[in-house]
């Protein structure tokens, strides 16, 4: 959520694709639980919150009511958010998965080109084993890792203390190991959970802002990845359609 804003405060047309089926938040962290308008024969019109596009089961079965599917639903539900919704001209579209390796990563894999990936970890040992096998995954389904993130980095105390509560670094020392970029740590801060809940991402408060600047830099990072990984898969296709012509 704070990715999409950011980009969305950077200037860039952003949607937000919620594909975390059994735990869909966004429409909490963006603060807008209406459901999606229907519009030209059964295509939705994704939700409009802090200059973004967003779209979420949590929107369509708001509540505490669970999702209770098997993978060929899940398949459904992300063609159609893919396939079926007004999006319109973007930039960018974010898509929020679920942690783990299962379908619905190879549900999104199957029906659209994704430009790259950005994996999210804590810095703890456990935690990097399941970052390792997210890597491992993209590598399979050929989706380039556009670099990870440790998320709940450090804290820092209202004394200025630091403390190290899921061990600081080691995603970017994971990051080195498989020679991809480490894009950035976000601290473990109660203003980012409050906001969260409140529906009133941090990253409103701009890239100057203490707690919202981490996001930014990331932000700035992916984009110039993405945009760069983009025009060298253009490049390639250019140059395969020329060699079937020549």
Request: net charge negative; glycine share 10%.
């Amino acid at each position: 959520v704070n990715l999409a804003v950011a980009l969305g405060k950077l200037g860039y047309k952003v949607g937000l694709l919620d594909a975390d089926i059994y735990g869909p938040n966004v429409p909490t962290m963006m603060g807008v639980t209406r459901q999606p308008n229907v519009v030209n024969e059964n295509r939705m019109e994704p939700v409009l919150a802090h200059g973004v596009k967003f779209i979420s089961v949590g929107l369509i079965s708001p509540g505490d009511k669970p999702m209770v599917m098997r993978g060929p639903m899940l398949h459904q539900i992300i063609k159609q958010f893919l396939q079926q919704v007004e999006w319109g001209e973007l930039d960018f579209l974010i898509v929020d998965l679920p942690p783990g390796t299962g379908d619905v990563v190879i549900s999104l894999v199957q029906n659209v080109p994704l430009t790259g990936a950005v994996v999210v970890s804590t810095g703890s040992s456990v935690a990097l084993q399941d970052a390792r096998k997210a890597l491992e995954m993209f590598h399979q389904v050929k989706v380039e890792v556009i670099g990870l993130v440790e998320n709940m980095s450090q804290m820092t105390l209202p004394s200025g203390e630091v403390i190290d509560v899921f061990g600081a670094g080691g995603t970017e020392r994971t990051a080195a190991q498989f020679g991809l970029e480490f894009l950035g740590g976000v601290e473990l801060d109660p203003t980012i959970r409050s906001g969260g809940d409140r529906g009133l991402p941090v990253a409103l408060a701009g890239p100057e802002s203490r707690v919202a600047k981490p996001f930014y830099e990331v932000a700035r990072k992916v984009a110039e990845r993405a945009k760069a990984i983009a025009a060298s898969s253009e490049e390639r296709s250019e140059e395969r359609r020329v060699g079937k012509e020549c």
